[in-house]
């Protein structure tokens, strides 16, 4: 099978000749990747089946210092959507500013300096782009971004929440304002020719939703419909992923419904995989499961051998896994245990 061929066969439920695998790294794990193995491309080195293609960066320049004026610290960046991170003192994290914390009006929402998402610079180059990556025989992935993590984001995690029962106008604005953006971004990308959009927001705990699952249905599913709607609409056979770390067990009906047909990453130290799949196998295929709370950065390699072969029997029965870590692999991974992973993918995942 070619790469492409790969996945397709996992995510339609068929047992492929190779389990598909994926994983990201952090900077710093970055540095040691190339410095262990030579290579800059993690992709390619470990031989993961598909690609991603998203937008261009933004040509415009917007001046958000007048929604700081508290001002910001040296070395600080701001994101095209204005929410500023400022630098940590831990590898790779920052703090982030929010650019509404101080709104009290709707319409300070629609006034503001929202990205060019729209612009023809940003998504023209789409289409070449999936086609050069197909015709190498890779599953090209579109990625179209965030709701919830986009607009707590501008507004503060604690005011958008308040929101919901204080100020419901406002947190409509900025929703339905970002909502707007994942619909043509989801439209462009399957229009384009990916074989998957990705989308997703973290909206679990360790052990429950970070809101009851009444308010993400009033909130946001109605807003992922549409996105979901976008993206099949003129590719119907798009397969369309989900992201949320944490328990989400109580919405799964409700992605399933809205037309999600692959779940990512079904974190093993909040949900049970092998229930999952018991559950909704025939509707989901799943794309994780390794755990990087606890098997990646604290098992031996021994361990991470053994828990990806355990994943394959089970949640990879019949097809419908992809494996990878449950989210980019971060500094306290053992160089150890990412070769682990990838070698027990390889020698576990074969057909037969």
Known sequence: MSPRERVLAALGHRVPDQV???????????????????????????????????????RRETDFRVFY?????????????????????FYHFTKMRFPMAGFTQARQVRDYPWPDVEEDYRHQHLEAAVRGLREQGYFVIGSVGHIFETSWQLRGYENLLLDFAL?????AAILDQVTAHRVLMARRVAEAGADMVLLGDDVGMQDRLMMSPAT??????????QVVAAARHLKP????????????????????????????PVQPECMDPVLIKRQYGDRLSFWGTIGTQTTMPHGTPEEVRATVR???????????????????????????????????AQEYGRAG
């Open 310 to 344: 355990e994943r394959i029997q089970t949640v990879g029965a019949g097809g419908g896994l992809v494996l990878a870590p449950t989210h980019v692999l971060e500094p306290d991974v053992p160089w150890e245990n990412v070769v682990a992973f990838f070698e027990a």
């Open 69 to 89: 004026p508290e001002g910001l610290p040296p070395g600080t960046s701001i994101t095209e959507y204005g929410t500023a991170h400022v630098p940590g003192d």
């Open 216 to 225: 993400w249905r009033q909130w946001f599913r109605p807003r992922l419909a």
């Open 167 to 171: 100020h419901p106008e406002l947190a």
């Open 237 to 264: 056979g798009s397969h369309v992923f989900y992201h949320s770390d944490g328990n989400i067990a109580s919405i799964i009906p409700d992605l399933i419904e809205v037309g999600i047909d692959v779940l990512n």
């Open 20 to 58: 598909p695998k994926e994983a990201s790294f952090t900077p710093h794990l970055y540095e040691i990747f190339r410095e262990r193995t030579g290579s800059t491309d993690p992709a390619a080195y470990f031989g993961m089946e598909m690609r991603h293609v998203g937008w261009a960066g933004t």
